[in-house]
């Protein structure tokens, strides 16, 4: 154990037993299954966007979908990088409320493409697929009042190095399209490396507070406090292009990770209870962000 974790679970101690942590069982969520979607997608190796591998991961992610019976789209698209022009493809699965208004749940499916070393992407990559096939499954089966989009992104990863226009390729492409369509969410949360087994989250410095505060909340009612940390780190990932536009959004990461970009970002160093914590917790604060956009009307309208 960590001495960060070892703090944190001590302030989660403390919490509850100044009953701070109302008893409210988690809402279900299946950390084992997100695990063996994980397993699954790892084993058809590299995943870089435009791949063969790319295009399985897909095709893995839609059979899953189709099997819940649930609908998605897939929305290809050509786009230059500093390897030429390539073809990528976001996934869209469709979960229709009693509203229009839509709330983005994301992730990018790609893995990172290296010339050197052979990179599963485990974590980077792998966590964010797996979870959001199995939130894509629990979320049919509730009553919603806003409809959920949950979108697997393209080309999150720079081909080489991080710049404006090498990185966020699906993100990019998507909020520019819905921005020109005035089509934007209301709200948009982005998970990415939530898989690490040694979990620990930090406020991301640049994402809307109350969102942000609102999945803390929740996760402090759920007794998963010590796994979201109290100080802030700046990220941009898939959220960021909403942001811009002015979309409420927020992002999930655990950015400590050592393993980061290597070729030891591996199974073993992800866990089915860390999914599955990520898992309730973003299930549980739903409600909560429904009720205020509902209640503020905040965020840009279609
Ligand atoms: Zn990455």
């Known amino acids: 154990m960590s001495a960060r974790h070892a703090v944190a679970g001590v302030l989660a101690l403390g919490a509850l037993t100044l009953g701070t942590c109302p008893a409210r069982p988690a809402p279900p969520f299946d950390g084992a299954a997100a695990l063996r979607?994980?397993?699954?997608?790892?084993?058809?190796?590299?995943?870089?966007?435009?791949?063969?591998?790319?295009?399985?991961?897909?095709?893995?992610?839609?059979?899953?979908?189709?099997?819940?019976?649930?609908?998605?789209r897939v929305e290809p698209f050509e786009t230059d990088t500093p390897h030429g022009r390539l073809t990528m493809a976001n996934v869209v699965a469709v979960l229709p409320g009693r509203r229009p208004d839509v709330i983005l749940i994301?992730?990018?499916?790609d893995t990172k493409w290296f010339r050197?070393?052979?990179?599963?992407?485990?974590?980077?990559?792998?966590?964010?697929?797996?979870?959001?096939?199995?939130?894509?499954?629990?979320?049919?089966?509730?009553?919603?009042?806003?409809?959920?989009?949950?979108?697997?992104?393209d080309g999150e990863e720079a081909r080489e190095s991080w710049t404006a226009a090498d990185s966020l390729y699906g993100s990019r492409r998507m909020a520019a399209e819905l921005a020109r369509t005035r089509r934007l969410p209301r709200?948009?949360?982005?998970?990415?490396?939530?898989?690490?087994?040694?979990?620990?989250?930090?406020?991301?410095?640049s994402s809307t507070r109350w969102l942000t505060e609102t999945l803390w909340a929740s996760a402090?009612?759920?007794?998963?406090?010590?796994?979201?940390?109290?100080?802030?780190?700046?990220?941009?990932?898939?959220?960021?292009?909403?942001?811009?536009?002015?979309?409420?959004a927020t992002l999930l990461?655990?950015?400590?990770?050592?393993?980061w970009h290597t070729s030891e970002d591996t199974l073993d160093k992800v866990s089915a209870q860390s999914l599955a914590v990520v898992g309730r917790v973003l299930l549980d604060a739903l409600p909560a962000i429904e009720e205020t956009l509902t209640r503020t009307g905040s965020g840009p309208r279609p």
Not at 39 to 62: C, D, K, M, N, Q
Not at 253 to 259: K, T
């Open 187 to 205: 709200a948009v949360i982005v998970a990415d490396m939530i898989g690490d087994r040694d979990l620990g989250i930090r406020r991301e410095a």
């Open 220 to 248: 402090a009612r759920l007794g998963h406090g010590g796994f979201f940390l109290g100080d802030a780190l700046g990220v941009e990932d898939d959220h960021a292009p909403f942001l811009r536009l002015g979309v409420p």
């Open 116 to 153: 050197e070393i052979t990179f599963v992407g485990a974590n980077d990559g792998g966590s964010s697929t797996a979870l959001l096939i199995e939130l894509a499954r629990r979320l049919r089966d509730r009553p919603r009042a806003y409809t959920y989009w949950i979108v697997w992104f």
């Open 37 to 72: 979607h994980l397993e699954r997608v790892v084993a058809l190796g590299p995943r870089p966007a435009g791949s063969p591998a790319s295009a399985r991961t897909r095709a893995y992610i839609l059979g899953e979908l189709r099997a819940a019976s649930i609908t998605a």
């Open 253 to 259: 990461i655990d950015f400590d990770f050592p393993p």
């Open 106 to 109: 994301g992730g990018h499916y």
